[in-house]
C-alpha cells in the first residue's frame, strides 16, 4: 500500500505558484524528476506510489503515460514562463521506469528538452530494475541521451532476495551493471538494502563485493525499513519475520565503509558511495543541496524557491486531472524560513561536503562542542568552519542532526 501524502494547503487548480517563487533560482541548479508508477509485482517491504496492473484500474497505461506525463510538462513551461531552466539533472524513477519501452523512455527525455532544454553536460539518469533490461535495451537508452542508470540489485543473496519478494536472481542485477558498462554508461549505481532478517554477515559482504566487481562506480546502501501497511510489515506484526535489529544495522554500515572505501568508493553523502566526483549523483546533491526540482507524474513532489508541492496519488486521477486542463497538484506548503533552516541541516549534515558553521543558527553553534567531544564530528572540518560527520557520526546522523537543531 503506497504511503498517504501530506496535507498542506489546496494548490492552485491552475498550478500557479506565488511571484516571489519565480524570481530566484537557486544556485543549486534545477532538475526533473519524472515518476513511472508501474511495477509487474510489488515486493514485500516496499511502500512508493506504484501500481501493478491489477491495481492500475482504467485511466492510464504503460503505452499512454508519456502522453498524460506531456501534459504537465505544457502545464510546467507555462507556470515558470521561462523563469527556470534549462534543466542541469533528470532522474526517471519508479516504480519501474524501464517497463515502459526504452523508445518510450528516451522519448520523455526529448520532451523534457524540447520543453525546458537540457543544459548541454546535464546528467540523465534512470532507476532500472534487473530483469527488464539487457545490453540493447540499454544501448538505446545510451543513444538517446541518458548518462547513468540505477540498477535495485538489493542483495547478492538468493535468500535475502526472497525474504525482500524481488522477482530478480543476484546474477541477473550484476549482469545488468556489466551490460550497462558495455553500452557505454560510465555511471552505473547498484542499490543495496542491508538488514533484511535472515541476512548473513557474509551475505551483505559478498553484496558489496559483488558490485564492486561489476564495475559499478556508485552505491547506494540503505538499512531495510518496516513500512506501515506493507506486506512486510504484517509479516513482522505474526513473527513469520523478525523486526530488524539496530545493532545489525551498524555493524552492515560498517562493513559497507570499509569494502567500499577500499575499493575506491568514498561517501559524499551517509548512505552513499561514489568512486569520482563526477560519478555522484547530482540529482540527489540537487536535493540535498535545496534545489530547485519540478516532480512530474503521480504523487510526485516538486521545490521551488520554498513552495513544496505534491500530486495526487493515484495514476487515473492524475491522469483525469490533466484531461480536464487543472493542475495534478493536490496540496502545497510555503516553507517559512525556519522550516527552510530545519531542511537544510538535515539534509546539509549528512552530506560528506558539510554544513558550514556560518550557516547555523546561535542554538545549533552552541550544540557543536558536546557533539565534537562526543567524537561525532570531524575536528579538521570544524578548524575551518564545517560541521562534518566522523564515521561514528554517521552512524548516529540521526542524533546529531536533533542536537543541532534543538
Ligand atoms: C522504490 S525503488 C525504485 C526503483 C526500482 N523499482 C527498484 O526497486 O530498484 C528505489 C529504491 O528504494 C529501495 N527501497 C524501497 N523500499 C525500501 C525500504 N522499505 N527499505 C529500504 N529500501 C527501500 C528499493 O529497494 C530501491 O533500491
Ligand atoms: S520493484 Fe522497486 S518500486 Fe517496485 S515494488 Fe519493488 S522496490 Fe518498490
Same mark, same amino acid.
Given at each position: 500500500? $503506497?504511503?498517504?501524502?501530506?496535507?498542506?494547503?489546496?494548490?492552485?487548480?491552475?498550478?500557479?505558484?506565488?511571484?516571489?517563487?519565480?524570481?530566484?533560482?537557486?544556485?543549486?541548479?534545477?532538475?526533473?524528476?519524472?515518476?513511472?508508477?508501474?511495477? @509487474?509485482?510489488?515486493?514485500?517491504?516496499?511502500?512508493?506510489?506504484?501500481?501493478?496492473?491489477?491495481?492500475?484500474?482504467?485511466?492510464?497505461?504503460?503505452?499512454?503515460?508519456?502522453? *498524460?506525463?506531456?501534459?504537465?510538462?505544457?502545464?510546467?513551461?507555462?507556470?515558470?514562463?521561462?523563469?527556470?531552466? $534549462?534543466?542541469?539533472?533528470?532522474?526517471?524513477?519508479?516504480?519501474?521506469?524501464?517497463?515502459?519501452?526504452?523508445?518510450?523512455?528516451?522519448?520523455?527525455?526529448?520532451?523534457?528538452?524540447?520543453?525546458?532544454?537540457?543544459?548541454? !553536460?546535464?546528467? /540523465?539518469?534512470?532507476?532500472? =530494475?534487473?530483469?527488464? *533490461?539487457?545490453?540493447?535495451?540499454?544501448?538505446?537508452?545510451?543513444?538517446?541521451?541518458?548518462?547513468?542508470?540505477?540498477?535495485?540489485?538489493?542483495?547478492?543473496?538468493?535468500?535475502?532476495? %526472497?525474504?525482500?519478494?524481488?522477482?530478480?536472481?543476484?546474477?541477473?542485477?550484476?549482469?545488468?551493471? %556489466?551490460?550497462?558498462?558495455?553500452?557505454?554508461?560510465?555511471?552505473? =549505481?547498484?542499490?543495496? /538494502?542491508?538488514?533484511? $532478517?535472515?541476512?548473513?554477515?557474509?551475505?551483505?559482504?559478498?553484496?558489496?563485493? @559483488?558490485?564492486?566487481?561489476?564495475?559499478?562506480?556508485?552505491?547506494? &546502501?540503505?538499512?531495510? /525499513?518496516?513500512?506501515?501497511?506493507?506486506?512486510?510489515? &504484517?509479516?513482522?506484526?505474526?513473527? *513469520?519475520?523478525?523486526?530488524?535489529? !539496530?545493532?545489525?544495522?551498524?555493524?552492515?554500515?560498517?562493513?559497507?565503509?570499509? /569494502?567500499?572505501?577500499?575499493?575506491?568508493?568514498?561517501?559524499?553523502? *551517509?548512505? =552513499?558511495?561514489?568512486?569520482?566526483?563526477?560519478?555522484?549523483?547530482?540529482?540527489?546533491?540537487?536535493?540535498?543541496?535545496?534545489?530547485?526540482?519540478?516532480?512530474?507524474? #503521480?504523487?510526485?513532489?516538486?521545490?521551488?524557491?520554498?513552495?513544496?508541492?505534491? =500530486?495526487?496519488?493515484? #495514476?487515473?486521477?492524475?491522469?483525469?486531472?490533466?484531461?480536464?486542463?487543472?493542475?495534478? &497538484?493536490?496540496?502545497?506548503?510555503?516553507?517559512?524560513?525556519?522550516?527552510?533552516?530545519?531542511?537544510?541541516?538535515?539534509?546539509?549534515?549528512?552530506?560528506?561536503?558539510?554544513?558550514?558553521?556560518?550557516?547555523?543558527?546561535?542554538?545549533?553553534?552552541?550544540?557543536?562542542?558536546?557533539? %565534537?567531544?562526543?567524537?561525532?564530528?570531524?575536528?579538521?572540518?570544524?578548524?575551518?568552519?564545517?560541521?562534518?560527520?566522523?564515521?561514528?557520526?554517521?552512524?548516529? &546522523?540521526?542524533?546529531?542532526?536533533?542536537?543541532?537543531?534543538?
Amino acid at each position: 500500500m $503506497p504511503s498517504a501524502l501530506p496535507d498542506g494547503e489546496p494548490a492552485p487548480a491552475d498550478g500557479r505558484l506565488p511571484d516571489h517563487a519565480l524570481t530566484r533560482p537557486s544556485a543549486a541548479g534545477f532538475g526533473v524528476y519524472v515518476h513511472v508508477p508501474f511495477c @509487474a509485482t510489488r515486493c514485500g517491504y516496499c511502500d512508493f506510489n506504484t501500481y501493478t496492473a491489477e491495481e492500475l484500474g482504467g485511466g492510464v497505461s504503460r503505452d499512454t503515460y508519456p502522453e *498524460v506525463l506531456r501534459q504537465e510538462f505544457t502545464l510546467a513551461k507555462t507556470v515558470l514562463d521561462g523563469a527556470r531552466g $534549462p534543466v542541469d539533472t533528470v532522474f526517471i524513477g519508479g516504480g519501474t521506469p524501464t517497463l515502459l519501452d526504452a523508445s518510450a523512455l528516451t522519448g520523455i527525455v526529448a520532451d523534457i528538452d524540447r520543453t525546458f532544454g537540457l543544459a548541454p !553536460d546535464a546528467e /540523465i539518469t534512470t532507476e532500472a =530494475n534487473p530483469e527488464t *533490461v539487457d545490453e540493447t535495451y540499454l544501448r538505446q537508452l545510451r543513444d538517446g541521451g541518458f548518462t547513468r542508470v540505477s540498477l535495485g540489485m538489493q542483495s547478492a543473496s538468493p535468500g535475502v532476495l %526472497a525474504i525482500l519478494e524481488r522477482s530478480h536472481t543476484p546474477g541477473r542485477a550484476l549482469e545488468a551493471a %556489466a551490460a550497462a558498462r558495455r553500452a557505454g554508461f560510465d555511471h552505473v =549505481n547498484l542499490d543495496l /538494502i542491508y538488514g533484511t $532478517p535472515g541476512e548473513h554477515a557474509d551475505d551483505f559482504r559478498d553484496s558489496l563485493a @559483488a558490485a564492486v566487481d561489476a564495475g559499478a562506480d556508485h552505491v547506494s &546502501a540503505y538499512s531495510l /525499513i518496516v513500512e506501515d501497511g506493507t506486506a512486510l510489515a &504484517a509479516k513482522v506484526r505474526r513473527g *513469520v519475520i523478525a523486526q530488524p535489529s !539496530d545493532d545489525v544495522a551498524a555493524d552492515r554500515y560498517l562493513m559497507a565503509e570499509e /569494502i567500499l572505501s577500499e575499493a575506491g568508493l568514498n561517501w559524499y553523502e *551517509v548512505s =552513499n558511495w561514489a568512486a569520482t566526483e563526477r560519478a555522484r549523483c547530482r540529482h540527489n546533491l540537487l536535493y540535498w543541496r535545496g534545489g530547485d526540482w519540478w516532480g512530474f507524474g #503521480p504523487g510526485a513532489h516538486s521545490h521551488i524557491a520554498g513552495v513544496r508541492w505534491w =500530486n495526487v496519488k493515484h #495514476p487515473s486521477r492524475y491522469s483525469q486531472r490533466l484531461t480536464a486542463r487543472r493542475s495534478p &497538484a493536490q496540496g502545497r506548503e510555503i516553507l517559512t524560513d525556519h522550516q527552510r533552516y530545519v531542511e537544510d541541516v538535515m539534509l546539509r549534515t549528512r552530506l560528506a561536503e558539510g554544513m558550514p558553521i556560518a550557516s547555523l543558527q546561535p542554538s545549533g553553534v552552541a550544540a557543536i562542542p558536546p557533539i %565534537a567531544a562526543a567524537g561525532l564530528l570531524d575536528t579538521g572540518a570544524l578548524s575551518t568552519g564545517t560541521v562534518r560527520l566522523t564515521l561514528r557520526g554517521r552512524l548516529l &546522523a540521526d542524533a546529531v542532526i536533533r542536537d543541532l537543531l534543538d
